[in-house]
């Protein structure tokens, strides 16, 4: 089950979302249950490839709670109402933690690391080790206390750690984007009239936010397409 | 040139991620009754294999394409000082448009990881 949840998003699409890799992940719980009944075996797959969503890493949880829902005899009904009531949450958690916190702090390790010198390759490196340290985990983690709780997960989620530790990683998130930025600003071949430059789109980046990268993108191309163009005449 | 393929390739990946959500519901988008969980298995890793090619060959194609621009170009006009500021600017502002993603809250954070990134560079 622990290596199918790796492919659970293999087959998203807008209808089921990831339903048909919930199921996926399932068929070795669902086979042991259902053992010597192909038809069982087949309507429980039927009714696990219906409509679920959650954060792909913590769907490892949902499939171990309802892997031990199934082993117990829950009612269809009440595991379809599980499911129902588990998705909305895990899904939230799953993005605040890993989407908007520790993901981009650890492209801003690697990149940080780059930018003070080291090789490309060790940037990289260090992002996957660390980004892939806590991917790792949640799976893991997810399928054992999904297993172990089955319909007492929702007690064990409100006890996690992950607000916590999204706060600890936008702390070193923000002291890394500091970091990251100055070494931009003030890195190799520059000038003293350029760290003035820089510290201003600093400041108009902090003010706009994520809002200003469209705009330092567009700048980025525009920069590279009237270097080429000017390079050729 | 690194950037702008970059760049590019990372939107044509997200064009093509939705076109490909888009194909799966063909393969896997309404729930199945009476499947064999070799029939499952079917339907959820054809959409994983032709995912696979999807990436392969858009990522071959950027390398490829790259390749052919470094040497198809001649750089030895190019204005490196002022695309040079201008991409520093844009990669700063990028940088430090995150401290947004990580909240306000934790600008003492930033202004303390700023003074390290000028104390490294100055060392460096």
């Not at chain 1, 790796?6 to 992940?25: E, P």
């Not at chain 1, 309507?43 to 199934?70: C, D, K, M, Q, W």
């Not at chain 1, 702390?171 to 500091?178: M, S, T």
């Not at chain 2, 700063?92 to 202004?111: D, E, N």
């Given at each position: 089950?622990?290596?199918?949840?790796?492919?659970?998003?293999?087959?998203?699409?807008?209808?089921?979302?990831?339903?048909?890799?919930?199921?996926?992940?399932?068929?070795?719980?669902?086979?042991?249950?259902?053992?010597?009944?192909?038809?069982?075996?087949?309507?429980?797959?039927?009714?696990?490839?219906?409509?679920?969503?959650?954060?792909?890493?913590?769907?490892?949880?949902?499939?171990?709670?309802?892997?031990?829902?199934?082993?117990?005899?829950?009612?269809?009904?009440?595991?379809?109402?599980?499911?129902?009531?588990?998705?909305?949450?895990?899904?939230?958690?799953?993005?605040?933690?890993?989407?908007?916190?520790?993901?981009?702090m650890?492209?801003?390790?690697?990149?940080?690391?780059?930018?003070?010198?080291?090789?490309?390759?060790?940037?990289?490196?260090?992002?996957?080790?660390?980004?892939?340290?806590?991917?790792?985990?949640?799976?893991?983690?997810?399928?054992?206390?999904?297993?172990?709780?089955?319909?007492?997960?929702?007690?064990?989620?409100?006890?996690?750690?992950?607000?916590?530790?999204?706060d600890r990683a936008a702390q070193a998130g923000a002291l890394?984007?500091?970091?990251?930025?100055?070494?931009?600003?003030?890195?190799?071949?520059?000038?003293?009239?350029?760290?003035?430059?820089?510290?201003?789109?600093?400041?108009?980046?902090?003010?706009?936010?994520?809002?200003?990268?469209?705009?330092?993108?567009?700048?980025?191309?525009?920069?590279?397409?009237?270097?080429?163009?000017?390079?050729?005449? | 040139?690194?950037?702008?393929?970059?760049?590019?390739?990372?939107?044509?990946?997200?064009?093509?991620?939705?076109?490909?959500?888009?194909?799966?519901?063909?393969?896997?988008?309404?729930?199945?009754?009476?499947?064999?969980?070799?029939?499952?298995?079917?339907?959820?890793?054809?959409?994983?294999?032709?995912?696979?090619?999807?990436?392969?060959?858009?990522?071959?194609?950027?390398?490829?394409?790259?390749?052919?621009?470094?040497?198809?170009?001649?750089?030895?006009?190019?204005?490196?000082?002022?695309?040079?500021?201008?991409?520093?600017?844009?990669?700063?502002?990028?940088?430090?448009?995150?401290?947004?993603?990580f909240g306000?809250?934790h600008?003492?954070l930033?202004?303390?990881?700023?003074?390290?990134?000028?104390?490294?560079?100055?060392?460096?």
């Amino acid at each position: 089950m622990l290596l199918r949840s790796f492919a659970v998003q293999g087959s998203w699409n807008y209808q089921t979302l990831i339903g048909t890799g919930l199921a996926f992940i399932l068929v070795p719980a669902l086979k042991n249950v259902h053992a010597g009944d192909p038809e069982g075996l087949r309507r429980a797959l039927g009714r696990h490839t219906e409509l679920f969503n959650s954060h792909p890493y913590l769907a490892s949880v949902a499939a171990g709670a309802i892997a031990r829902l199934e082993a117990d005899g829950t009612p269809p009904e009440m595991v379809a109402r599980f499911k129902a009531a588990v998705r909305g949450s895990l899904g939230t958690l799953g993005d605040r933690l890993v989407w908007l916190m520790w993901r981009p702090m650890s492209v801003l390790l690697g990149v940080s690391l780059v930018l003070a010198g080291a090789a490309w390759w060790v940037g990289a490196l260090a992002f996957l080790v660390v980004f892939n340290a806590l991917h790792l985990w949640m799976r893991v983690w997810g399928l054992r206390i999904g297993l172990r709780d089955g319909l007492q997960i929702g007690r064990t989620l409100k006890g996690v750690p992950f607000p916590r530790m999204g706060d600890r990683a936008a702390q070193a998130g923000a002291l890394l984007a500091g970091f990251a930025a100055a070494l931009a600003a003030t890195g190799r071949g520059s000038r003293p009239w350029e760290w003035g430059v820089a510290a201003a789109a600093a400041l108009l980046g902090i003010a706009l936010g994520p809002r200003v990268r469209p705009a330092a993108a567009a700048a980025m191309v525009l920069a590279l397409v009237a270097g080429l163009v000017l390079a050729r005449t | 040139m690194t950037v702008l393929v970059a760049l590019a390739l990372e939107w044509v990946g997200g064009r093509s991620v939705e076109g490909m959500r888009k194909l799966n519901v063909r393969f896997s988008g309404a729930p199945a009754q009476g499947l064999t969980p070799a029939a499952l298995a079917g339907r959820h890793l054809a959409p994983v294999a032709i995912d696979f090619a999807r990436g392969a060959g858009l990522t071959l194609a950027a390398v490829l394409l790259l390749g052919w621009l470094l040497r198809a170009i001649d750089f030895s006009g190019f204005p490196s000082v002022a695309v040079g500021t201008l991409l520093r600017v844009s990669v700063v502002a990028g940088l430090a448009s995150a401290l947004r993603l990580f909240g306000r809250a934790h600008y003492p954070l930033f202004i303390a990881g700023a003074a390290a990134g000028v104390v490294v560079a100055w060392l460096a």
